[in-house]
Nanobody, 124 residues
Framework: QVHLVESGGGLVQAGGSLRLSCAASGRTFSRYAMGWFRQAPGKEREFVISINSNGAKTYYVGDSVKGRFTISRDNAKNMVYLQMNSLKVEDTAVYYC????????????????WGQGTQVTVSP
């Protein structure tokens, strides 16, 4: 099983960019699909974007992050990244990195390993 640690969160003005990183321990990282979820104050945690084990497929839902957020991974470094551009106030949340042992990444209920989260705050 992998252990996940997120970094890169912070305070940014609307319209700005941030890149979140997730470092994974364990020799089987390349077998996991990886995803990013977020939880805003007073709201339930929601799926943001995911990538399958070999990086060939990415998934997101709806238009909230389309064209603004990009997920990528480096299996040689056991890293996954979330590039966030054109940030909006409504993107403010704790962002969690998660792993899916099926390797597919399209079913949110398959994500069962979680990092501790990193805070992203977007100011007006």
């Amino acid at each position: 099983q992998v252990h996940l640690v997120e970094s890169g969160g912070g305070l940014v003005q609307a319209g700005g960019s941030l890149r979140l990183s997730c470092a994974a321990s364990g020799r089987t990282f390349s077998r996991y699909a990886m995803g990013w979820f977020r939880q805003a104050p007073g709201k339930e945690r929601e799926f943001v974007i995911s990538i399958n084990s070999n990086g060939a497929k990415t998934y997101y839902v709806g238009d909230s992050v389309k064209g603004r957020f990009t997920i990528s991974r480096d299996n040689a470094k056991n890293m996954v990244y979330l590039q966030m551009n054109s940030l909006k106030v409504e993107d403010t949340a704790v962002y969690y990195c998660a792993a899916d042992s099926t390797g597919e990444g399209y079913a949110t209920h398959d994500f069962d390993v979680w990092g501790q989260g990193t805070q992203v705050t977007v100011s007006p």
